[in-house]
């Protein structure tokens, strides 16, 4: 599966505009486990002294949860269900509620390894500012806030006038002296 | 001995956000645990931070699932008996 030329467009701007980050272009996955998986270890090797890594990927569909949506009462049944139906149930380690994901949505994550420890607050700005300066590069304005209404709402959510396009949200663990912080959209 | 399960004092910027969640508990009362294996999970505004056992042991909790927490709470104990 190839990412649309816009998306590749967009992965393009991401590594000119943001040369302090490691973009990894648009990574194409044949399912949505792998994708996820290569996301989550990006961390794995990363220390303070390394470049942040900014990764985007696609894949077929299936509904990512969180993992206080995996401990509900019924949810082994529930993904079992939903994979009969095509729709096969990942759970995530960062926060937010269940979120689908399609070859018509990207995933973008950033990942960083700190030192101390670093400010919530921050990881949601500087994400937020990727994903503006690159829908900005071509001319579509978005900006981040909760909107009314919006499903799983944050303070950072990303929307065009009042609709909602992407919701973020973070992972922070500790690997030995240093913070593994992964902020995703 | 025992030795405490603490939130570290500047995990999250309290000023921002008071307070956090115990968003899971992955082991149950007295369960044996490793150092560094993820014991409970909390969650301030869909941040998640993994919080590890400090020590091989016994577990023990002192806020469960769906407590309210600040920077720098005991969550429970690991004790080495």
Request: hydrophobic share 45%; charged share 20%; with cysteine.
């Amino acid at each position: 599966m190839e990412a649309s030329p816009a998306v590749a467009g967009l992965a393009a701007v991401a590594g000119k505009a943001f040369p302090t980050f490691f973009s990894t272009g648009v990574r194409t996955f044949s399912t949505a486990q792998a994708g996820l998986e290569r996301q989550e270890w990006f961390g794995e090797d990363l220390t303070p002294d390394d470049t942040p890594i900014l990764m985007a990927w696609q894949a077929p569909r299936a509904l990512i949860v969180g993992r206080s949506d995996a401990r509900l009462p019924g949810f082994a049944r529930a993904a079992e269900e939903l994979a009969a139906e095509g729709w096969p149930v990942l759970v995530r380690r960062s926060g937010g509620s269940a979120c689908p994901v399609s070859p018509g949505t990207l995933q973008i994550a950033l990942v960083r390894a700190s030192a101390g420890q670093g400010e919530i607050e921050a990881g949601y700005r500087t994400l937020a500012s990727v994903i503006e300066t690159l829908l900005s590069g071509v001319n579509v304005l978005c900006e981040a806030g909760e909107r009314p209404g919006a499903f799983c709402p944050g303070r950072y959510d990303l929307g065009v006038g009042p609709r909602k396009f992407a919701g973020l949200s973070q992972h922070w663990r500790s690997r030995g002296s240093a913070i593994i912080i992964s902020t995703a959209a | 001995m025992a030795t405490e399960t603490a939130l570290p004092p500047d995990l999250w910027d309290a000023a921002a956000n008071p307070e956090g969640i115990v968003a899971n508990r992955f082991f149950t009362e007295g369960a044996g645990v490793r150092k560094g294996a993820t014991v409970a999970e909390i969650m301030v505004e869909k941040t998640s931070f993994d919080i590890a056992a400090p020590a091989d042991g016994h577990l023990h909790i002192a806020v469960g699932k769906g407590g309210v927490v600040k920077p720098g709470a005991v969550i429970g104990t690991v004790d080495g008996g």
